[in-house]
């Protein structure tokens, strides 16, 4: 299975594809975690990126396209691939379309997470990680149990995202607005698009997802 989930940033596309890899085995590939490692390894693309990253721009297509192509060919993708973040223009989509051609495979959902702009703002501005296992919390919204330490890992250090800033996301919002969002009349076209209410608890946004894949499933078997 091959899916896209698209949503402005915050709708929470990261924390549903980490539980799409958990339940259905789909290798995650989000542009975003692949550019904050090369900027994290130091390397020139990496430097490229950071600046239009915290400008809340969007980095050129033809560097995110190669390296999703890189990606796409790995030995890991056999049960399926969700995209997280990619793609973010018409032209990443159609890029897409064209590596999947070539690997004889298209897409079998584009699923988007329909979220309010204005909670958009709170829920970036409050949200941090753990640094050892990429656990994801919230300063009002998701604490851990025991402050200051991961449920997950018991890891004690947290890290926040240098774009994860009112000022950055409102840029962010503004590129998704221009520069994303008109794609999704070319997977709605296709019958490919799906909405789901982004604004519910995630356990509820988990369930609508799942209910959208099984159907998918289900009408590629019939
Ligand atoms: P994300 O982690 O998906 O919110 O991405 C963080 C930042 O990385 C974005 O604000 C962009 O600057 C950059 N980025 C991630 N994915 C893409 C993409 N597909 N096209 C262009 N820039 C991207």
Excluded: W
Aim: net charge neutral.
């Amino acid at each position: 299975m091959i899916l896209i989930l698209l949503g402005p940033p915050g709708a929470g596309k990261g924390t549903q594809a980490k539980k799409l890899v958990a339940k259905r085995g789909l290798s995650q590939l989000s542009t975003g975690e692949m550019l904050r490692a090369e900027v994290l390894a130091g390397t020139e693309l990496g430097a490229h990126a950071k600046r239009l990253m915290d400008a809340g721009r969007l980095v050129p297509d033809d560097v995110i396209t190669d390296m999703i192509a890189k990606r796409i060919e790995g030995p890991d993708q056999r049960n399926g691939i969700v995209l997280d973040g990619f793609p973010r223009t018409e032209a990443q989509a159609k890029a897409l379309d064209e590596m999947l051609a070539r690997h004889h495979t298209k897409l079998d959902a584009v699923i988007e997470l329909v979220v309010d702009d204005n909670a958009l703002i709170d829920r970036i501005s409050g949200r941090y990680s753990c640094k050892k296992c990429g656990a994801g919390y919230h300063d009002h919204f998701e604490k851990p149990k025991q402050a200051g330490i991961c449920d997950i890992c018991g890891g004690a250090e947290f890290i926040r995202r240098a774009d994860d800033n009112a000022e950055t996301v409102k840029s962010r919002l503004q590129s998704y607005h221009a520069q994303t969002a008109p794609i999704l009349p070319y997977y709605r076209h296709r019958g490919l698009l799906r909405q789901v209410d982004g604004m519910a608890l995630p356990i509820e946004v988990e369930h609508q997802i799942d209910g959208i894949l099984d159907a998918v499933s289900r009408s590629s078997v019939a």
